[in-house]
């Protein structure tokens, strides 16, 4: 019997996602700890946890630390101290290590949280990546733009995703990024030479320090080019063919990189580019399970509960994989205009009724839901098809034929 305590500060959907696979695995005891009251735990999964604890700061290690002391002395130990959000991991390492707890220290949760120390131990190991530069305020920009040359791309040292990352072309747009960022000493933000290619991830599962099983999928068009252009729609495919010559020649690197940075047992999502003139190039890595419904459409692609191998993964460091069956692909629908919310949703009914069977999931906008703010948008759908020519006509049908509008 394993006993896993999760970290979910609130019931979002990848979370309730996350505490699902754990509570289906068999000889598993999971308690919560969250900043939810106990009557806001979903209640699919009230009777059949093991254990709530609730926290004012989910991310605070001393609060995390007399939570795990309180599930340890009534079940007598802990096994496993979970959570899913990159935001997450060194404040859980911390704890493990405080605790005698097993899973990834905080040395290793900091080479993947921190990008300026991450893309230093890369770049040492030899791994192509980006020329970059620890900012602490406008001298040091000025410094890295006269070295780099514009474009170069300014984001938060600790970001996740694209938020407050910004494409920098020339000394106006630097002091307008630095006037968002707002770098000192104290909080650094990271400045990286601009990368042009077509952009991908990389998952890996590693077991024990060893990578098992990955995958690799392509964004159409890149997250930073989508926040750049609001009118852009984005898509993400996950092609049939599991190992496409560019990924084949890119997962040596991927796997390099992972042993650089130390992990042992987990699943990591990578981000990296192919340029132009047919290089390689890392961006980053999360030690996290991937976001815009990668795990989503890598479930439908194999035929299997991905989430579950996740959880299989974190707590029985096992993992085993059917082969792919399927290309599936995500459109992200984002909406046009100056307005706050939803006002019209155009072409998507007809997209939707053309593509019959092939849109197996969505969520999809509607008129007067708030605007996002997030670069998803308003709405998704997923297809799922045989080839993947098929998948990329399902997806370039619905972006083209699909209008969200504010007003």
Same mark, same amino acid.
């Given at each position: 019997?394993?006993?896993?305590?999760?970290?979910?500060?609130?019931?979002?959907?990848?979370?309730?996602?996350?505490?699902?696979?754990?509570?289906?695995?068999?000889?598993?005891?999971?308690?919560?700890?969250?900043?939810?009251?106990?009557?806001?735990?979903?209640?699919?999964?009230?009777?059949?946890?093991?254990?709530?604890?609730?926290?004012?700061?989910?991310?605070?290690?001393?609060?995390?630390?007399?939570?795990?002391?309180?599930?340890?002395?009534?079940?007598?130990?802990?096994?496993?101290?979970?959570?899913?959000?990159?935001?997450?991991?060194?404040?859980?390492?911390?704890?493990?290590?405080?605790?005698?707890?097993?899973?990834?220290?905080?040395?290793?949760?900091?080479?993947?949280?921190?990008?300026?120390?991450?893309?230093?131990?890369?770049?040492?190991?030899?791994?192509?990546?980006?020329?970059?530069?620890?900012?602490?305020?406008?001298?040091?920009?000025?410094?890295?733009? #006269?070295?780099?040359?514009?474009?170069?791309?300014?984001?938060?040292?600790?970001?996740?995703?694209?938020?407050?990352?910004?494409?920098?072309?020339?000394?106006?747009?630097?002091?307008?990024?630095?006037?968002?960022?707002?770098?000192?000493?104290?909080?650094?933000?990271?400045?990286?030479?601009?990368?042009?290619?077509?952009?991908?991830?990389? #998952?890996?599962?590693?077991?024990?320090?060893?990578?098992?099983?990955?995958?690799?999928?392509?964004?159409?068009?890149?997250?930073?080019?989508?926040? #750049?252009?609001?009118?852009?729609?984005?898509?993400?495919?996950?092609?049939?063919?599991?190992?496409?010559?560019?990924?084949?020649?890119?997962?040596?690197?991927?796997?390099?990189?992972?042993?650089?940075?130390?992990?042992?047992?987990?699943?990591?999502?990578?981000?990296?580019?192919?340029?132009?003139?047919?290089?390689?190039?890392?961006?980053?890595?999360?030690?996290?399970?991937?976001?815009?419904?990668?795990?989503?459409?890598?479930?439908?692609?194999?035929?299997?509960?991905?989430?579950?191998?996740?959880?299989?993964?974190?707590?029985?460091?096992?993992?085993?994989?059917?082969?792919?069956?399927?290309?599936?692909?995500?459109?992200?629908?984002? !909406?046009? !205009?100056?307005?706050?919310?939803?006002?019209?949703?155009?072409?998507?009914?007809?997209?939707?009724?053309?593509?019959?069977?092939?849109?197996?999931?969505?969520?999809?906008?509607?008129? !007067?839901?708030?605007?996002?703010?997030?670069?998803?948008?308003?709405?998704?759908?997923?297809?799922?098809?045989? #080839?993947?020519?098929?998948?990329?006509?399902?997806?370039?049908?619905?972006?083209?034929?699909?209008?969200?509008?504010?007003?």
């Amino acid at each position: 019997m394993k006993h896993v305590v999760f970290l979910a500060p609130y019931f979002g959907a990848n979370i309730r996602e996350c505490l699902r696979g754990l509570l289906e695995l068999e000889e598993v005891r999971v308690g919560v700890i969250t900043q939810e009251s106990a009557d806001r735990v979903p209640s699919a999964f009230r009777s059949r946890l093991d254990g709530h604890y609730q926290v004012r700061d989910a991310i605070d290690p001393a609060q995390l630390a007399r939570a795990v002391r309180a599930f340890w002395k009534e079940w007598g130990r802990v096994d496993r101290l979970l959570g899913y959000m990159e935001e997450m991991q060194l404040p859980l390492a911390r704890v493990r290590e405080a605790l005698g707890i097993p899973g990834m220290s905080h040395e290793v949760a900091l080479n993947f949280r921190d990008k300026h120390r991450m893309k230093g131990l890369l770049a040492r190991a030899g791994l192509p990546v980006a020329r970059q530069a620890r900012i602490a305020g406008p001298d040091d920009a000025r410094r890295f733009a #006269e070295a780099a040359g514009y474009p170069l791309v300014l984001k938060p040292l600790a970001g996740v995703g694209t938020r407050h990352t910004f494409r920098v072309d020339g000394d106006e747009e630097l002091l307008a990024a630095l006037n968002r960022l707002l770098p000192s000493a104290r909080h650094p933000a990271q400045a990286e030479e601009f990368v042009s290619g077509s952009e991908h991830t990389f #998952e890996t599962v590693c077991v024990r320090g060893e990578p098992v099983w990955d995958s690799s999928t392509f964004y159409l068009p890149g997250p930073l080019e989508v926040v #750049e252009n609001p009118w852009m729609q984005y898509c993400v495919l996950l092609p049939r063919e599991r190992r496409l010559a560019h990924v084949e020649r890119f997962a040596p690197l991927n796997h390099a990189a992972l042993r650089v940075l130390g992990l042992e047992t987990g699943l990591t999502h990578m981000e990296w580019f192919h340029t132009r003139d047919d290089r390689e190039i890392i961006s980053e890595v999360a030690a996290r399970p991937p976001g815009v419904n990668i795990m989503k459409m890598l479930g439908m692609a194999h035929e299997v509960d991905f989430w579950g191998k996740w959880a299989g993964l974190m707590v029985h460091e096992r993992f085993e994989m059917p082969p792919r069956r399927w290309a599936c692909g995500c459109a992200f629908f984002r !909406g046009q !205009g100056r307005g706050r919310r939803v006002a019209a949703v155009e072409g998507l009914a007809e997209a939707l009724a053309d593509l019959g069977e092939r849109v197996v999931e969505a969520r999809l906008p509607k008129v !007067g839901q708030p605007r996002s703010s997030h670069y998803e948008g308003e709405g998704w759908a997923l297809v799922r098809a045989e #080839e993947t020519a098929q998948v990329v006509d399902a997806l370039r049908r619905l972006v083209t034929n699909t209008r969200v509008r504010y007003a």
